[in-house]
């Protein structure tokens, strides 16, 4: 069953890339979606990312005290003003682990 | 008149700085294909079939979470949707392409790719052979990115699970759209989609990682017209 959704997403993915490329006419996309598709990343990833630091592992919102949540504010801070994907990431696990295994001993 | 060759290679050339987060990028994804408790040869069968980080990760952690092959394969798709904006505007570069060359160039536009095509073949709009330009591009991108997933599931058997890698999920997509927290329009998106999936994680079926877009989406929709 996961070889299956493996091979089917392949398929949906590399559609999404030949389609515009070699089937239709680019013309056909209007601007008006062309703007909206823009947004897609803006429009996806707060979705992965919200629940991963707000949600725990059964289902439930974190307290305000969760060291994710100041985790996340690090890599946020970090991220806006270094503009780098690596210090992003690194700060926020950095200042995760500093928590869980410093500062909750 | 630049040879194939000498456009190939700058397409090479141009992407090399992305390497600095691809390669960390794909080690997460092979490590946290591990860690979510898929067989290595899953993880890596991803990488070629699907080739695209951020739809592999949610896809493993969606499965992993118990959702259905038909959420994780929708929220594939809704993610991938960007690539359709990529073609339409890099097809201007590859009309001239036999249909045959066009199916096997659309299996390497990748987003980092895909942003130093744009740029150059916008400034060099006589090139001969823009095409060589997004294979070298894709190319290279796509041998950095099986090889660093394969380490990803290399080291990520040996990572132990105090360490909570599944945190580094939400943190890489943080990096991801990091950059475009400056412009308020798309901050706007972010946090429709953001508290939209607060309110609708507990739906059925993980729907919320389809339903969550959707909204937001309709949010930049209004937005946008309300800009005119």
């Known amino acids: 069953m996961t070889w299956f959704s493996i091979i089917v997403s392949g398929i949906v993915t590399y559609f999404s890339r030949m389609a515009m490329v070699a089937l239709i006419d680019r013309e056909m ?3 008006k979606v062309k703007e909206v598709l823009n947004y897609v990343p803006a429009a996806v990833f707060p979705a992965i ?3 991963g630091v707000f949600f725990n ?3 439930f919102l974190v307290e305000i ?5 100041y985790g996340a504010i690090v890599a946020l801070v970090v991220g806006f003003y270094s503009r780098s994907v690596i210090a992003t990431i690194v700060s926020g696990l950095l200042s995760y682990w500093f928590i869980i295994f410093f500062l909750l001993r | 008149m630049l040879s194939k060759s000498k456009i190939f290679f700058k397409g090479i050339v141009a992407v090399l700085p992305h390497m600095l987060s691809v390669i960390p990028f794909g080690i997460i994804t092979g490590a946290i294909g ?3 408790g898929f067989d290595p040869i899953l993880v890596y069968a991803t990488s070629l079939i699907i080739f ?3 739809s592999q990760i949610i896809f493993m952690q969606l499965l992993s979470g118990g959702a259905s092959s038909l959420v994780a394969i929708t929220s594939v798709g809704v993610i991938n949707s960007r690539h359709l904006l990529y073609g339409a505007v890099l097809s201007e570069y590859l009309e001239k392409l036999s249909f045959i060359k066009k199916l096997i160039i659309s299996y390497f536009i990748v987003d980092q790719g895909f942003a130093e095509s744009n740029k150059y073949l916008r400034q060099n709009k006589n090139l001969s052979n823009p095409h060589y330009y997004v294979l070298g591009t894709g190319v290279t991108l796509w041998f950095c990115w099986q090889l660093s997933t394969i380490s990803g599931i290399i080291l990520g058997s040996f990572i132990p699970e105090e360490l909570g890698l599944k945190f580094a999920i939400p943190l890489t997509f943080l990096a991801i ?3 475009d927290l400056r412009k308020l329009d798309h901050v ?3 946090l429709v989609s953001g508290f939209a999936s607060l309110i609708l994680f507990n739906a059925p079926f993980k729907s919320y990682i389809i339903l969550s877009p959707i909204v937001a989406l309709i949010a930049a929709f209004i937005m946008l017209r309300f800009k005119k």
């Open chain 1, 29 to 31: 996309l209007g601007t």
């Open chain 1, 49 to 51: 990312i919200f629940p």
């Open chain 1, 57 to 59: 592992d059964f289902g």
């Open chain 1, 65 to 69: 005290t969760d060291p994710k949540i």
């Open chain 2, 34 to 36: 591990v860690e979510l």
């Open chain 2, 52 to 54: 695209g980080g951020a």
């Open chain 2, 177 to 179: 759209i990091v950059n």
């Open chain 2, 188 to 190: 706007f998106v972010m």
